[in-house]
């Protein structure tokens, strides 16, 4: 009985029997997941320079909301998405200019929005795999008008995440001194929260509301662990993004289970070996610079 169990439990993960046949009709779906893997890591970088990680979860669950309103009301679910992002980004953008305003109204929007999607689930007399769907994510179902959307929001936030690039590193890495130097600060935030609202709505569509982060988040955390370079962090952030969507999608379509589970697997492992490889070159580091500090010790004390 334990035997056919666990049979069973590795069929339902890794099931690669139609497997070539399968990845054929899932084209759609790779670059999806290849596109919003490298734009996700690459928003993330900011994401994690202005400490906006739980700002990601925030508007994620206005997104899931928005989409759920569109479900139940036989709307575009992905208008339905963006309309609860861009509401949620401009909020947090306009009344969120400092970490502790940000932080309290992120922390009243995040159950509204989520106790809003729940009412809209409840209500929902459709399919129960839609409202999952919004939850868990549905890249293996992508269409090519969902692609079309993906790609047109994708270009958009990278055109513009390239015009603003330098105002917006300076604003994130050193806010007080660029503010002394004109930078416009309030102006900034407000249109990134506009881009991170348009790629978290587009991944809730991907990935689900509730597993937004492991694309939007964790990817640009492995790489600020390897890395302190202002090249080398947003080139890693999008190859571990890349890896965790395309990786995902890829040993999902070998299994029956949703896509999240995988990806979320995949992005975590890879922020733990870049954790263990920064460790292990700081102390590295620190082993090297000891004799230069005992040296200094020495003169000081002589």
Do not use: K
Request: net charge positive; proline share 4%.
């Amino acid at each position: 009985m334990t035997d056919v169990f666990a049979a069973d439990f590795w069929s339902s993960i890794f099931n690669f029997s139609d497997y070539g046949r399968l990845l054929v009709l899932v084209q759609n779906s790779i670059i999806a997941g290849a596109i919003l893997g490298i734009v996700g890591g690459l928003i993330g970088v900011f994401v994690m320079q202005r400490d906006m990680a739980f700002a990601v979860h925030g508007i994620s669950e206005l997104s899931f909301a928005g989409a759920a309103a569109a479900l139940l009301f036989g709307a575009n679910v992905v208008a339905g998405s963006l309309v609860g992002s861009l509401l949620a980004a401009t909020i947090i953008g306009v009344l969120g200019a400092r970490a502790r305003d940000r932080n309290s109204i992120i922390g009243v929007l995040m159950p509204f929005g989520l106790g809003l999607g729940i009412l809209f689930l409840a209500l929902y007399p459709g399919r129960s795999g839609n409202r999952f769907g919004l939850l868990t994510g549905q890249i293996l179902s992508v269409d090519i008008p969902q692609l079309g959307v993906l790609i047109a929001i994708s270009i958009v936030v990278l055109i513009t995440l390239l015009v603003i690039w330098r105002p917006l590193v300076f604003d994130s890495v050193d806010p007080d001194v660029a503010m002394a130097r004109g930078v416009p600060a309030r102006t900034l935030s407000i249109v990134f929260m506009i881009l991170l609202g348009l790629m978290v709505a587009v991944s809730v569509q991907i990935i689900g509301a509730l597993l937004v982060l492991a694309l939007l988040v964790t990817p640009a955390a492995a790489a600020l662990r390897v890395s302190s370079s202002p090249i080398v962090v947003p080139l890693l952030a999008m190859l571990f993004g890349f890896a965790s969507a395309v990786g995902g999608v890829l040993l999902a379509i070998g299994g029956s289970l949703p896509i999240s589970p995988y990806v979320t697997t995949i992005s975590f492992l890879i922020y733990l070996g870049c954790r263990i490889v920064g460790r292990i070159r700081g102390h590295r580091l620190r082993r090297q610079l000891e004799p230069s500090a005992r040296s200094a010790a020495a003169g000081v004390s002589a």
